[in-house]
């Protein structure tokens, strides 16, 4: 069974940043994709960030120039560099991993920027 565990969040100031990680643990035969999504209250869960295991990377409008996905293939881990966070950034932070067309989601971290 494919396990996601993201770790990394908490509460932070504007303009401040905290690095999420997220690692995969199970059988999987290989990761097509890692992301990262995020939920704010009352709302719908969007895109943040996505990397191939080649290296594309692909932002949010949002979060571009701001926030930087990496992953590391070995540890089956992504990671998510958040800087100049703000207010509009709290929010349930997922990963998620992509394999021959199936979703795998982590249980999420929350992140909240509040002065």
């Known amino acids: 069974q494919v396990q996601l565990v993201e770790s990394g969040g908490g509460l932070v100031q504007p303009g401040g940043s905290l690095r999420l990680s997220c690692a995969v643990s199970g059988t999987i035969p290989s990761i097509d994709l890692m992301a990262w999504y995020r939920q704010a209250p009352g709302q719908e869960r969007e895109f943040v960030a996505a990397v191939t295991p080649g290296g594309n990377t692909n932002y949010a409008v949002s979060v571009k120039g701001r926030f930087t996905i990496a992953k590391d293939n070995a540890k089956r881990s992504a990671y998510l560099q958040m800087n100049s966070l703000k207010p509009e950034d709290t929010g349930v932070y997922y990963c998620?991993?992509?394999?021959?067309?199936?979703?795998?989601w982590g249980q999420g971290t929350q992140v909240t920027v509040s002065s």
């Open positions: 998620k991993v992509v394999n021959s067309g199936a979703n795998y």
